[in-house]
């Protein structure tokens, strides 16, 4: 029984030293919440911006060899690729030295064969860009009117007007800045033409609609359905083989429409070409 006694008194003392570490600890918990309540979180913060402030050089310092070595590395890179980009342009220069001895040899050979040949050059053709400010399309007239700008004294009545799709008419009257163009499908309109297949001539004539006619053609041509027309140079005043129209059906004449559409017609191009006998050339052909 004794025994049992000092037991149960060891166990009493030991609840009561555990439970008074408990209330120690809650004790210390409680201070410590307080304490981390009342922080001030401003001095908090002005002590992290110190540390970053005085961090920060020695992280930068840290990094210069670093940056320097990459440095290092792209200019070196950059050196040689300079190097190898020259050898290249070195070898094409070469290759273009060759090419130029080529083309002076076949230059010469060529003006050797059109002195053999009795060879004559054609004038130069050049181009003049004109925009379209007006257009008229009725049963009386199909014309356009363009603006010239300046070089109404590079431009001769009867000059070519083409666009994307091929010839599209003749420039008519120049009054100062302006010209009008006489479309291909103006009644007054005549084109001498050529098939681009059978090479077969004619004359393609408009009658202010959407379709053209073929005449003065040979007695048998070989027209065909989806044959393009082009300009033939007959009577010096067009270059030859300008597309012109496409052939729609075989007819008594063959009927052929415009390449062009007139809505889609806002830039045109002018070509002044001009090889056509004066009057005492005339004169002495007749």
Do not use: C, W
């Amino acid at each position: 029984m004794k025994r049992q006694k000092v037991l149960f008194l060891k166990e009493n003392y030991i609840l009561r030293i555990l439970k008074s570490f408990i209330f120690a600890g809650l004790f210390i918990i409680a201070l410590l919440l307080i304490l981390v309540h009342k922080i001030d979180l401003g001095l908090i913060s002005g002590l992290t911006k110190s540390v970053i402030y005085i961090s920060s050089p020695i992280l930068h310092i840290a990094t210069l060899p670093a940056q320097g070595l990459n440095y290092s590395y792209k200019k070196t890179s950059e050196f040689f690729n300079v190097y190898k980009e020259n050898q290249i342009l070195k070898e094409e220069n070469q290759e273009l030295y060759l090419l130029k001895d080529k083309l002076r040899a076949l230059k010469e050979e060529n003006q050797n064969l059109k002195k053999l040949l009795h060879h004559f050059e054609t004038p130069e053709i050049k181009s003049y860009t004109a925009k379209v400010i007006a257009q008229t399309n009725n049963s009386f007239s199909n014309s356009i009117i363009i603006y010239i700008g300046t070089n109404e004294n590079k431009i001769t009545p009867g000059n070519a007007v083409v666009n994307k799709s091929g010839l599209i008419g003749r420039i008519d009257t120049i009054i100062g800045k302006y010209a009008r163009v006489t479309l291909i499908t103006d009644i007054n309109s005549k084109i001498p033409v050529i098939s681009s297949k059978s090479r077969d001539r004619g004359i393609l004539i408009g009658n202010n609609s959407s379709e053209l006619k073929l005449t003065f053609t040979p007695l048998m041509p070989e027209f065909r359905k989806g044959d393009i027309l082009v300009t033939s140079g007959i009577g010096g005043g067009i270059p030859s083989d300008i597309p012109v129209a496409k052939i729609k059906r075989i007819d008594e004449n063959p009927i052929a429409t415009p390449l062009f559409n007139l809505s889609d017609i806002e830039i045109v191009k002018i070509l002044s070409y001009d090889i056509t006998p004066d009057s005492k050339t005339n004169e002495a052909l007749q």
